[in-house]
C-alpha cells in the first residue's frame, strides 16, 4: 500500500483532527534540539557519524516497535521528507499501517537548483518548539528499555 504524503499544513491538520496521532520527527538529536513541530517525538532514522556524515540508526525500528503501537497514526518528518519516507518504507516492513510522510518535512524541499518547491513545517508559520521534555530521542530509548 502506497505511503500517504502530506505537504506541512495537511499534516498539521491530520494531527489537530486525529489528538492521538503522533508526529514522529526522525532527524538527528541535534537537529530536532534546535527546533522541532510543537509536540513532535524524536526517534533519528540515521545518525551522525561526523562532519558531514550520517549512519543508519541500526535501533531505529526496534526503538519504534516498543514505543509506538503498530496501529497508531504516525506523521513522519525529517529535514525535507527523504529520510522520513525511507523511515516510512522501514516502519511500514515491520508491520505499521497508519503512515504518513511529510512531504517538504521542517526545512522544505528544494529542487536541483535549490528553490524551494515545498516549504517546511517552519516556513510555513506551524507550531515549533525548541523544549525536549520527554519527547527526546534518549526519553524514547528509556521507554523502549535500550
Not at 513541530?37 to 540515521?46: D, T
Not at 537548483?113 to 527526546?136: C, E, F, H, I, Y
Amino acid at each position: 500500500m502506497p505511503i500517504n504524503q502530506q505537504p506541512p499544513p495537511e499534516a498539521f491538520d491530520t494531527l489537530k483532527k486525529n489528538p492521538d496521532a503522533i508526529y514522529l520527527d526522525v532527524r538527528t538529536e541535534a537537529e530536532f534540539a534546535a527546533g522541532h513541530p510543537a509536540g513532535a517525538i524524536n526517534v533519528p532514522v540515521m545518525l551522525a557519524k561526523g562532519a558531514g556524515q550520517m549512519q543508519l540508526n541500526l535501533e531505529f525500528v526496534d526503538v519504534a516497535e516498543k514505543v509506538f503501537p503498530r496501529d497508531k497514526k504516525l506523521v513522519v518528518g525529517c529535514l525535507s521528507g527523504g529520510r522520513s519516507q525511507r523511515a516510512c518504507e522501514m516502519l511500514e516492513e515491520a508491520g505499521f499501517t497508519d503512515l504518513t510522510n511529510v512531504v517538504g518535512g521542517f526545512g522544505g524541499q528544494r529542487d536541483a537548483s535549490g528553490q524551494v518547491v515545498v516549504k517546511g513545517w517552519r516556513d510555513s508559520g506551524l507550531p515549533v518548539t525548541n523544549d525536549l521534555g520527554d519527547a527526546s530521542y534518549e526519553s524514547q530509548r528509556k521507554k523502549a528499555a535500550l
